[in-house]
């Protein structure tokens, strides 16, 4: 069944460096903590220089929302700035990696156990239609908003950074609607 997960009820949790925070969107399974998840999405704030942490058997992309942009040095050697013409990397969660940023960003956070399932990450522009491609679907609003996400009798409006989770008892095509192109992120998780 659809759920509907407003920005404004995330709650962020410092990391211990003091670089940044994390807001939990959503993890599977339900009660699972760093150390147990299949998959885990979140929002993080970077606001100063430095590591993130190792997530062995992992694969995560990240995607800058706010901010100018953040450059990442991976395993000491291959550097990528995320920005608005480049926002999104995909990495092995083992990769030590390095954040360096000259503001605060915020950045979307996906991360899957590599031996239980995947994901598959892409951009949208609301509105449109969407075909959903597994049982586990994201949608998120990156962009400004709103976003009318309708099948069949369900409808649900998306504000900015609002995220709305599906599952496999929801429809598989979607309506998506929006005053003015929006950008969306469409997730799908495949276990």
């Known amino acids: 069944m659809a759920t509907l997960i407003p920005y ?8 211990k460096n003091g670089g940044g925070s994390t807001a939990q969107i959503a993890i599977f399974p339900p009660g699972a903590n760093l150390e ?5 999405i979140s929002l993080a704030t970077i606001i100063a220089d430095g590591p993130f942490s190792s997530f062995p ?13 953040v450059r990442l040095t991976l395993d000491g050697m291959r550097q990528v700035v995320l920005d608005a013409a480049s926002p999104m990397l995909w990495f092995p969660g083992e990769a030590q990696v390095h954040a360096a940023v000259e503001g605060p960003t915020l950045d979307f956070n ?4 590599r031996s239980c399932c995947r994901h598959q990450l892409v951009t949208i522009a609301a509105p449109c239609r969407l075909a959903r491609r597994s049982a586990t679907t994201l949608l998120f609003v990156a962009g400004d908003g709103p976003v009318l996400a309708r099948a069949g009798q369900q ?8 995220a709305l989770l599906l599952d496999a008892v929801d429809a598989l095509q979607w309506q998506l609607d929006a005053p003015h192109a929006t ?3 469409h997730l799908d998780l495949f276990t």
Do not use: C
């Open 8 to 15: 404004a009820s995330l709650l962020a949790a410092p990391w």
């Open 36 to 40: 147990t998840f299949d998959w885990r």
């Open 57 to 69: 058997g992992m694969d995560r992309s990240l995607v800058l929302v706010e901010g100018d942009s």
């Open 110 to 113: 996906v991360m899957t156990r």
């Open 155 to 162: 409808a649900w409006t998306l504000k900015r950074h609002d």
């Open 183 to 185: 950008a969306v992120f």
